[in-house]
Antibody
Framework: EVQLVESGGGLVKPGGSLRLSCAAS????????MNWVRQAPGKGLEWVSS????????YYADSVKGRFTISRDNAKNSLYLQMNSLRAEDTAVYYC????????????????WGQGTLVTVSS | EIVLTQSPGTLSLSPGERATLSCRAS???????LAWYQQKPGQAPRLLIY???SRATGIPDRFSGSGSGTDFVLTISRLEPEDFAVYYC?????????FGQGTKVEIK
């Protein structure tokens, strides 16, 4: 069974830093590109960042570029998001999500999601 | 960045009725890269439709997707009690992924 379990969320002051982790199991983690997607309280979904299987390709939303860093450790089946210079508008539930691929075709949608971890940026 | 606009914002229907949700893109989207998700309160989103019209694993056939270019539709043929939720469309293009703002399907 595919499982994605996020951790590392919490309350942080504006300007502070936090590192999120996502532990993956039930599939060959190193074969899938991975993502972070966030959802502010009562709001819609916002893609944050993506990383390819070998970390060769990394993309960020403009809203976090230069402040957030995505990384992965395939040996540990883990995905990370280092968040620096946090702002109030970064307050959200952060989801780890796997790219959906069928055979050799990837559809750039997200088929498995974790339960999310809440990040609150407030003084 | 491609902006997705979903309509209506809220759809009030009764169980057994047909639901038609719209997703309009600010520029053309590849049909391979348009997806729909369902989200219930306190839960993570669930992939319903990928590639505009293909159902994800385990999704009932009352859910169907269609469209091309800038206009896409999610149809729920007969609403079941468990279908009342928020639905999001999502696209990929130019190394960016965007979501619509969501349509809430509520019980009338």
């Amino acid at each position: 069974e595919v499982q994605l379990v996020e951790s590392g969320g919490g309350l942080v002051k504006p300007g502070g830093s936090l590192r999120l982790s996502c532990a993956a199991s039930g599939f060959t983690f190193s074969s899938y590109s991975m993502n972070w997607v966030r959802q502010a309280p009562g709001k819609g979904l916002e893609w944050v960042s993506s990383i390819s299987t070998s970390s060769s390709y990394i993309y960020y939303a403009d809203s976090v570029k230069g402040r957030f860093t995505i990384s992965r450790d395939n040996a540990k089946n883990s995905l990370y998001l280092q968040m620096n210079s946090l702002r109030a508008e970064d307050t959200a539930v952060y989801y780890c999500a796997r790219f959906f691929c069928s055979g050799s075709t990837c559809y750039y949608s997200f088929d498995y999601w974790g339960q999310g971890t809440l990040v609150t940026v407030s003084s | 960045e491609i902006v997705l606009t979903q309509s209506p914002g809220t759809l009030s229907l009764s169980p057994g009725e047909r639901a038609t949700l719209s997703c309009r893109a600010s520029q053309s989207v590849s049909s391979s890269y348009l997806a729909w998700y369902q989200q219930k309160p306190g839960q993570a989103p669930r992939l319903l439709i990928y590639g505009t019209s293909s159902r994800a694993t385990g999704i009932p056939d009352r859910f169907s997707g269609s469209g091309s270019g800038t206009d896409f539709v999610l149809t729920i043929s007969r609403l079941e009690p468990e279908d009342f939720a928020v639905y999001y469309c999502q696209q990929y293009g130019n190394s960016r992924w965007t979501f619509g703002q969501g349509t809430k399907v509520e019980i009338k």
